[in-house]
């Protein structure tokens, strides 16, 4: 059974090599396929050839490798040309060789001959007929190329290294010896190596530094130290494919010191030292599996809430009972006082004794001399004694609560970090979702005639397991439907200016707790007037067609049967379709907008919030219902004073310190018809009066006014089920410990849609002087996200910030004129990797005086070594510590 799973294992792993090779191969015909692209596709065919192979799969494994060779050919050519037809014949490959995983998947041994020669052995001979066979002359110059650029890299990592290492040992002496003549014979050493590798720039740097050393007469230390750093910033740039940036011209720096960890921003905890293989094991699961392990997840959540609530109990029922037991003993002490009197003969009028029987010789003795017991006694001090007993046990309890409180602590922080491995493994990047978008749209333009490119943003974005799937119906409809509306024909465009080919780009980027997914063409945008037209067709009143807004008419496009199409075809016009989109959509408690410009196209806007996810939110009161907010909703909470409350051009704002921002009266806003009675609760508010909540809305703000604040919680979020539809800016809901259902809310859905950035900057007021000017950082990653997420923290701690894409993109930028005092720069991105930013910009001038912080989920000391080599001031790893980071920047800009 575990053979079968790993073979299934492989079927999945292969798919994933011919989604690689699909999009290498997509739009072919019309751009060149990189040398990049072509190592992708090259890897990805010989891991299904090698794979199938192994698992016994010998049919796909000898079309994989013939596919292979194909590739090959292609590579050994200076400029491959590949037209429509043979990049046709290469997808429908890749098709059939989906196929044959497919047969193999459904249980079959062998594939039926019959179907091979017919289906598949045409298309293999088409590319035969237009590519031709490999020969041995190609295998060999392929060979030979990529066996030449990597000795080179292994002569860099291994000849000059050691070079350098025996240099900086006869550094390190107290009273280096004979270091010129040293330096002098590596300079030749490493021409001649430069020389033999070509390498000319890298040869003339050696001879510019012999040629200074020659001339020098004293500060040969400061030289040496200085042709180290060039040497090793030469070698990063032969590693990393970057020798044509090699600086030939020797430039001694004073300042120059042998890098080492304890030179350097980061401190060497902060360092991830890689001691294992950097390739991460995967293991599939299947959806199923991952979301009933997030829906038991949640009730261990609401489980765990429970019994931190019946700690909560236990400890107020302890201390009523100390406080009891110290009442018990005050009446014990009354007692035993009460009793010494009764014996000492003080009360016995009072007090009668009786005696069961009468011991003779206590007579003999005098009061003095012998004490006299009655039944008083026995049960007065069976009643001290227990309450004795009651206090030992007390403290026993005292004991073992504060030990369950503190294993109830610490067994916090393992749910915290399953809480998030589980939300990472839930969570999948758009790609995994639009990845075969590219092919759907390719195959429609060829069909239809209408060419049309599909441009994708934000692919990296994460999004919950579940909606990813469900968004998969919802987006390929829109996908066709900008398609078929939206484009116009390539005539039509001509005719109006436009280019033939038209575009379609999907985006996605994560505002909050919410993912937003748009859909834009460059289109004719939507026709109202037959949007107005279909209305009236549909018996919609004359008056309210006339009175209607924009927005009004375009939703009308999401009722069921309406269309303006004119003629109906495969793709559209038939009336149904965007009624189900907004169905699927909202059955996610998500939304979908559309918004249109004559002439310029149209944009659908989907908002979707996760379904089910662990999330920390602030427990308000408003007129008496519980409500929860999540916590990164809220920017401040501010206890307000009645001097804060403005009443400004009919307005209400808060006044916090310089600036005057929109308050809203939260009971007013929701219009809540009749006074929840909320069910008594057992313990006090942490904040027993009114409280403002400062929420963000892009670049402003705005207060919500709540009665109470009931504290922080760790709740999961629960979908509302069923067909009532929830109001605007309620999300869901969550379940507390004590089983009390909790309506959730998100502040931004509540708030935007009557606030406007144009109304809430019109509506700013600020009497602050201005500040001085912040240092300027460019923050580079081909991640929107990431870029988002950084310029957000950067501008929290005063500084402005400007982003580039990619390497290439930020040396434009710097080219034409930023002017930055500080980079943060991530390795891995498409065009220009981190590492050629380093290389092109270190060696300008001006950029030799900017530090650039590199910021990357690389922690290997490797990647580390070349970055610092290569000019860097910092090495960041991800996840990074933002206060350490922020540290790192001031110290860096200021010096």
């Given at each position: 059974m575990k053979e079968q799973d790993i073979k299934r294992q492989f079927l999945d792993e292969a798919g994933d090599y011919l989604n690689v090779i699909e999009s290498a191969l997509l739009g072919c015909s019309t751009k060149e396929i990189t040398s990049a692209q072509f190592d992708a596709v090259l890897r990805a065919a010989h891991s299904i050839k090698g794979g199938a192979a192994m698992m016994g799969y010998q049919t796909l494994s000898d079309?994989?490798?013939?596919?292979?060779?194909?590739?090959?050919?292609?590579?050994?050519?200076?400029?491959?040309?590949?037209?429509?037809?043979?990049?046709?014949?290469?997808?429908?490959?890749?098709?059939?060789?989906?196929?044959?995983?497919?047969?193999?998947?459904?249980?079959?041994?062998?594939?039926?001959?019959?179907?091979?020669?017919?289906?598949?052995?045409?298309?293999?001979?088409?590319?035969?007929?237009?590519?031709?066979?490999?020969?041995?002359?190609?295998?060999?110059?392929?060979?030979?190329?990529?066996?030449?650029?990597?000795?080179?890299?292994?002569?860099?990592?291994?000849?000059?290294?050691?070079?350098?290492?025996?240099?900086?040992?006869?550094?390190?002496?107290?009273?280096?010896?004979?270091?010129?003549?040293?330096?002098?014979?590596?300079?030749?050493?490493?021409?001649?190596?430069?020389?033999?590798?070509?390498?000319?720039?890298?040869?003339?740097?050696?001879?510019?530094?012999?040629?200074?050393?020659?001339?020098?007469?004293?500060?040969?230390?400061?030289?040496?130290?200085?042709?180290?750093?060039?040497?090793?910033?030469?070698?990063?740039?032969?590693?990393?494919?970057?020798?044509?940036?090699?600086?030939?011209?020797?430039?001694?720096?004073?300042?120059?010191?042998?890098?080492t960890l304890e030179t350097e921003t980061t401190s060497p905890e902060e360092l991830k030292i890689e001691t294992v293989s950097t390739e991460e094991k995967t293991l599939r699961v299947s959806s199923s599996l991952l979301t009933e392990l997030a829906d038991l997840f949640g009730e261990m959540s609401i489980g765990r809430n429970s019994m931190d609530l019946q700690l909560q109990r236990l400890r107020r029922l302890f201390n009523l009972l100390n406080q009891r037991i110290q009442r018990l003993e005050s009446s014990s002490q009354a007692?035993?006082?009460?009793?010494?009197?009764?014996?000492?003969?003080?009360?016995?009028?009072?007090?009668?004794?009786?005696?069961?029987?009468?011991?003779?010789?206590?007579?003999?003795?005098?009061?003095?001399?012998?004490?006299?017991?009655?039944?008083?006694?026995?049960?007065?001090?069976?009643?001290?004694?227990?309450?004795?007993?009651?206090?030992?046990?007390?403290?026993?309890?005292?004991?073992?609560?504060?030990?369950?409180?503190?294993?109830?602590?610490?067994?916090q922080q393992t749910f915290e970090l399953i809480q998030s491995q589980l939300t990472k493994a839930r969570m999948r990047p758009l790609t995994d979702l639009i990845a075969h978008f590219p092919r759907a749209l390719r195959d429609m333009s060829l069909k239809y005639g209408k060419p049309v490119e599909l441009k994708i943003q934000g692919e990296t974005t994460r999004i919950d397991r579940t909606i990813l799937e469900s968004l998969n119906d919802p987006l390929l409809h829109l996908l066709r439907n900008a398609f078929d509306h939206g484009i116009e024909d390539p005539e039509k465009r001509k005719e109006v200016g436009k280019p033939p080919q038209g575009t379609i780009t999907i985006s996605a980027s994560t505002v909050r707790n919410h993912t937003i997914i748009q859909i834009q063409d460059d289109g004719a945008g939507i026709n109202l007037d037959k949007i107005r037209s279909q209305a009236h067709k549909m018996g919609l009143d004359e008056d309210i067609i006339a009175k209607a807004t924009i927005d009004d008419l375009l939703n009308l496009i999401f009722e069921p049967g309406f269309s303006t199409a004119e003629n109906k075809s495969e793709l559209s016009?038939?009336?149904?379709?965007?009624?189900?989109?907004?169905?699927?959509?909202?059955?996610?408690?998500?939304?979908?907008?559309?918004?249109?410009?004559?002439?310029?196209?149209?944009?659908?806007?989907?908002?979707?919030?996760?379904?089910?996810?662990?999330?920390?939110?602030?427990?308000?009161?408003?007129?008496?219902?519980?409500?929860?907010?999540?916590?990164?909703?809220?920017?401040?909470?501010?206890?307000?004073?009645?001097?804060?409350?403005?009443?400004?051009?009919?307005?209400?704002?808060?006044?916090?310190?310089?600036?005057?921002?929109?308050?809203?009266?939260?009971?007013?806003?929701?219009?809540?018809?009749?006074?929840?009675?909320?069910?008594?609760?057992?313990?006090?508010?942490?904040i027993d009066k009114p409280t403002i909540l400062k929420i963000a809305l892009g670049n402003n703000y705005i207060g919500l006014w709540v009665e109470r604040y009931w504290g922080e919680q760790e709740v999961t979020i629960r979908p509302v089920e069923g067909n009532l539809k929830l109001p605007n800016g309620f999300t869901g809901c969550t379940i507390l410990g004590d089983g009390c259902v909790v309506p959730l809310i998100d502040p931004a859905l509540l708030l935007q849609p009557s606030f406007p950035p144009s109304f809430l900057s019109s509506s700013f007021i600020s009497n602050s002087q201005p500040t001085a000017q912040k240092a300027t950082l460019l923050v580079i990653d081909d991640s929107i996200n990431v870029r988002r997420l950084l310029a957000l923290t950067l501008e929290k701690a005063g500084y402005q910030v400007e982003q580039a894409k990619d390497g290439q993109d930020a040396l434009e930028k710097l080219q034409r004129g930023l002017g930055v005092q500080g980079i943060i720069c991530d390795i891995e991105m498409p065009r220009l990797d981190g590492y050629g930013f380093l290389a092109n910009y270190k060696t300008d001038s001006i950029g030799q005086n900017i530090p650039v912080v590199m910021l990357t989920s690389r922690s290997g000391e490797k990647h580390r070594s070349i970055a610092m080599n290569l000019g860097a001031s910092a090495y960041f790893s991800k996840p990074f510590q933002e206060k350490l980071l922020l540290q790192t920047l001031q110290s860096l800009i200021k010096n």
């Open positions: 079309f994989a490798h013939r596919l292979e060779d194909f590739f090959k050919v292609l590579k050994s050519h200076s400029k491959p040309e590949i037209d429509e037809t043979v990049e046709s014949l290469f997808l429908s490959s890749v098709d059939q060789l989906r196929q044959i995983s497919s047969f193999y998947r459904q249980g079959a041994e062998t594939i039926a001959p019959e179907w091979l020669s017919e289906q598949v052995e045409p298309i293999f001979q088409g590319l035969l007929d237009r590519i031709g066979e490999l020969t041995p002359e190609k295998s060999l110059s392929l060979l030979s190329e990529d066996v030449g650029e990597e000795m080179t890299v292994l002569i860099f990592e291994t000849e000059v290294e050691s070079c350098l290492q025996g240099l900086e040992s006869i550094i390190a002496q107290p009273q280096p010896t004979n270091l010129r003549e040293e330096i002098l014979s590596i300079s030749q050493e490493l021409g001649g190596l430069g020389e033999m590798l070509q390498l000319p720039q890298f040869s003339r740097l050696c001879t510019s530094i012999y040629e200074h050393l020659k001339s020098a007469t004293e500060g040969i230390d400061a030289i040496a130290l200085s042709a180290i750093q060039a040497w090793r910033r030469a070698q990063a740039m032969v590693i990393v494919g970057q020798k044509e940036a090699i600086t030939s011209e020797f430039l001694l720096n004073h300042s120059t010191v042998i890098p007692l035993r006082s009460l009793y010494d009197q009764r014996i000492q003969g003080y009360t016995s009028s009072v007090i009668p004794i009786k005696t069961n029987s009468v011991k003779p010789h206590l007579a003999l003795f005098d009061n003095l001399e012998m004490d006299n017991y009655s039944d008083l006694h026995p049960l007065s001090q069976e009643v001290m004694e227990t309450i004795f007993q009651i206090e030992e046990v007390a403290n026993d309890l005292d004991i073992y609560l504060a030990e369950t409180e503190k294993t109830a602590k610490d067994s016009g038939r009336g149904v379709g965007m009624d189900i989109v907004k169905t699927q959509v909202q059955q996610m408690q998500g939304d979908i907008k559309v918004s249109t410009l004559a002439g310029q196209g149209t944009t659908f806007t989907i908002t979707v919030p996760m379904t089910l996810s662990l999330i920390r939110v602030l427990l308000i009161e408003v007129e008496q219902m519980l409500m929860a907010v999540p916590c990164n909703a809220i920017e401040a909470m501010i206890l307000p004073e009645p001097s804060q409350i403005i009443q400004f051009k009919g307005q209400t704002f808060l006044k916090e310190e310089s600036e005057l921002f929109p308050l809203i009266y939260l009971k007013d806003w929701l219009n809540i018809p009749t006074v929840y009675t909320q069910r008594d609760h057992e313990s006090l508010p942490s």
